[in-house]
């Protein structure tokens, strides 16, 4: 650039930077400059949380609006969730305070006034998510020239959040479809922070288009982070140490009189050694969350629902018995807007707050300046503890990030398997990955998404009326998601879905959404490719709380938003459940996604049980733990087999192979050994270790079977019942189970993979 970055930008820009006391742009806003204003590029911006990612994007790009105005819509902005929408329009509202630029949210919980207004005068900058995108593409089908024609550019956020996903494969059929409504193709910028293989987002962003992607290399320099792992033992079966009625609720006045002004040593042994006078003996592990989180802003991360909200419900206890404030929040998806927006502006507050979340507050939403990331059990993937890990240490801190991992307590009669502590593993695992090789996943896009394919089908169907055969192939098989479904599968598809009336075929020939299909295309929770699970409402009066899957009957009680709810009522037809709050803990499940792991942390863990390298990061217990599981890998010579014995007649395997490995293995053994050694019986955990009961069978005769794998030219096909139609995805129940069947096998199943780690298993 001739000219300095900062000079180049509108003059509204400039005085914004001067305003909030910028003292420079950052590496990445002066790269995502350069690319913007001196090529006609795609953009993928790949920098770290809090790095400037937002404003690298938004600031050339409007600078550019502002110079040459949008004659439609000039900027789309795709968000993963709602709340990032409400947060970047917040910051965005500001930016553009000075210029004649409006900004609209669009989202299921905008008001249609708003929506009314953009429609009648779209200008400026558009924040949607992909599903209301969807809607917009469906139901304003006629309108899109006019709303989108002068289109210039496409900014998608958190994009290895859509990418290998359906949701990401929907993205990039919308852009296609959006595409041939623009005047010419809008440009692409992608953000994240959370990137292994620049070369697959630089793909995925492209898909559909011949524009180059330029990836600026951006000088992260030496990061400040401090790590520690601890570990905890739970009792059997009880994960929480519930409040003594006498304490429940109490004040001064109204403690027995054994309790008033006892002080240290004067107090029964089950309150020492604790603050104040009404405190009572936590389980360990909730006490040292407790001691780790007490007076900081900290955010606990959960790896479900279930466990945010006993976490949260015991550490609201601990401080009430200690005559603590309440400064506990819970923020995941079954809580309801009102209370996760309280939970957003409670972590912006500059008093200590505390909020236990899923993967809600993985995304780059304004919380303010964390002092603390806890993370309770390990992540799934290096890279969503890079993503919690960036939510902490901004402004030049260090980066504060706490592992806490439990197990249930051993009794003396668990198997081998079952004394290695697994979460421990795959944390030490996770971060010695990143430590070592700076590696983070790759992302591998779903070639056969056959559930998107009606999706997208019923879609264009729906909102451009009567269309030939060959047209709606010409409409949807040109979409770049789609680019490995053959000609035949789509028409033996469009076949059946007319078969089951989701299509009819008019007296011309012609194809038409069916009536069977109206109902579901015209429903609300059609602009979703993900499953919406039909829950209840819980309401405490008038307030809602959140929902939850399945009601109790009336008095009992359950967990949601960190509290005890009683159940009052149940209005069965309005899907209501009336509750009042009361004392003590409870708890609720959620049904869960499964989530995928990669075969090199596996891999990584096994080496962990081998080597003798003493991790800074581990906190006694946690040492201790580690110390006891390499004593028992070298004592059950787990360091030099893959397949030990486990009784007379059952044997474990440990594949160290990831998700997709671990259940093709899984399959080979239901298919081809179970009937050959008279297997009785297959279970595991997955992916860490399969048990096999056999009838009188040996294990050489088990490693033999492994190793003819290694030797077969077995296919994801071969592994796969005729009679099977695995329903993995939302609308996989309107697919022929052929069609199931090959997805299965092609995107699910890893038979090259399993041949390679297999080698090493059996040790050849």
Not at 42 to 54: E, F
Not at 126 to 135: D, F, H, V
Not at 572 to 581: F, H, L
Not at 715 to 740: C, M, Q, R, W
């Amino acid at each position: 650039m001739s000219q300095p970055p900062f000079e180049r930008l509108a003059p509204f820009i400039q005085d914004y930077i001067y305003t909030h006391n910028w003292t420079e742009l950052r590496q990445v806003q002066v790269e995502a400059c350069r690319v913007i204003f001196d090529t006609d590029a795609h953009l993928l911006i790949a920098a770290g949380t809090a790095s400037g990612k937002t404003e690298a994007a938004f600031l050339p790009v409007l600078t550019q609006l502002h110079q040459n105005p949008s004659s439609t819509i000039g900027v789309l902005y795709i968000s993963p969730i709602k709340a990032l929408i409400n947060d970047q329009f917040e910051r965005l509202t500001h930016l553009l305070k000075e210029a004649d630029m409006p900004v609209w949210a669009w989202h299921g919980d905008i008001s249609q006034s708003h929506k009314r207004r953009l429609l009648k005068n779209p200008q400026g900058v558009l924040q949607i998510t992909p599903e209301s995108l969807e809607s917009l593409l469906l139901n304003k089908h006629a309108e899109l020239s006019r709303l989108f024609g002068d289109l210039r550019f496409v900014i998608i956020d958190e994009i290895h959040a859509f990418m290998g996903s359906e949701r990401g494969c929907q993205i990039l059929c919308q852009l296609t479809r959006l595409s041939r409504f623009t005047q010419k193709p809008p440009r692409r910028i992608g953000l994240s922070a959370t990137l292994g293989d620049y070369s697959l987002a630089e793909k995925w962003l492209q898909s559909g288009t011949d524009t180059l992607v330029i990836t600026p290399e951006i000088q992260g320099g030496q990061r400040k982070v401090q790590l520690a792992l601890e570990h905890f033992y739970l009792p059997q079966g009880d994960e929480r140490s519930p409040q003594p009625p006498f304490l429940r609720g109490a004040t001064e006045d109204s403690e027995p009189p054994f309790l008033k002004g006892a002080k240290g040593d004067d107090k029964p042994p089950f309150l020492r050694g604790a603050r104040g006078d009404r405190t009572f003996n936590a389980n360990p592990y909730y006490r040292h969350i407790f001691n780790l989180s007490q007076s900081r802003k900290c955010l606990i991360f959960a790896n479900n629902r279930t466990k945010a909200e006993s976490a949260i419900a015991n550490l609201r206890q601990i401080a009430q018995a200690e005559g603590l404030p309440d400064i506990y929040h819970v923020h995941h998806g079954s809580i309801s807007a009102s209370l996760r927006e309280a939970a957003e502006e409670a972590m912006r507050d500059s008093s200590p707050a505390v909020t236990a979340a899923t993967v809600t507050l993985e995304m780059g939403i304004d919380i303010g300046q964390l002092e603390r990331v806890i993370q309770l059990d390990a992540p799934s993937s290096v890279s969503s503890f890079l993503q919690r890990l960036g939510r902490t240490g901004r402004r030049g801190s260090p980066a504060d990030m706490r592992f806490v991992c439990a197990e249930d307590e051993l009794c003396g009669e668990e198997s081998l398997p079952e004394q290695l502590p697994w979460q421990l593993l795959q944390c030490i695992a996770i971060i010695q990955l990143y430590l070592e090789e700076r590696w983070i996943e790759p992302i591998q896009p779903l070639r056969y998404p056959f559930s998107l394919l009606y999706h997208q089908t019923m879609s264009i169907l729906a909102s451009m009326g009567e269309l030939s055969a060959a047209a709606i192939a010409q409409q949807v098989l040109t979409l770049p998601t789609f680019a490995a479904i053959s000609q035949e599968d789509f028409r033996q598809l469009l076949r059946y879905l007319i078969d089951i009336d989701h299509i009819q075929q008019t007296e011309k020939g012609g194809l038409i959404v069916g009536l069977t299909g109206e109902r579901i295309v015209r429903n609300f929770h059609f602009y979703a490719v993900f499953s919406d699970a039909m829950e209840y409402v819980v309401r405490d009066e008038s307030r809602e709380i959140g929902t939850i899957a399945m009601p109790l009957p009336s008095g009992n009680q359950f967990a949601l938003a960190g509290k005890t709810w009683q159940v009052i009522d149940i209005d069965t037809k309005s899907k209501t459940v009336y509750v009042k709050p009361i004392e003590g803990i409870a708890s609720t499940s959620w049904r869960g996604g499964s989530v995928s792991i990669h075969s090199k942390i596996l891999q990584r863990m096994k080496k962990i049980l081998v080597e003798d390298i003493q991790y800074s990061y581990l906190q006694a217990n946690a040492k201790e733990r580690l110390k006891s599981a390499r004593q028992l890998t070298r004592l059950s010579e787990l360091n030099r087999q893959n397949i030990l014995p486990l009784d007379d007649n059952t044997c474990c395997i440990f594949p160290w192979m990831g998700t997709a490995a671990y259940r093709t293995l899984e399959r080979f053994l239901n298919f081809f050994v179970r009937e050959a050694l008279d297997i009785r019986k297959i279970g595991g955990v997955s992916p860490y270790f399969l048990t096999v009961e056999l009838s009188k069978n040996t294990l050489q005769e088990l490693t033999d079977e492994l190793v003819s794998f290694c030797e077969k030219e077995l296919t994801g096909y071969d592994l796969v019942g005729s009679d099977e139609a695995p329903k993995l995805h939302k609308y996989d129940e309107f697919i022929p189970n052929n069609l199931l069947r090959k997805a299965f096998a092609l995107d699910y199943l890893d038979t090259v993979e399993l041949r390679n780690l297999l080698l090493q298993t059996t040790n050849h």
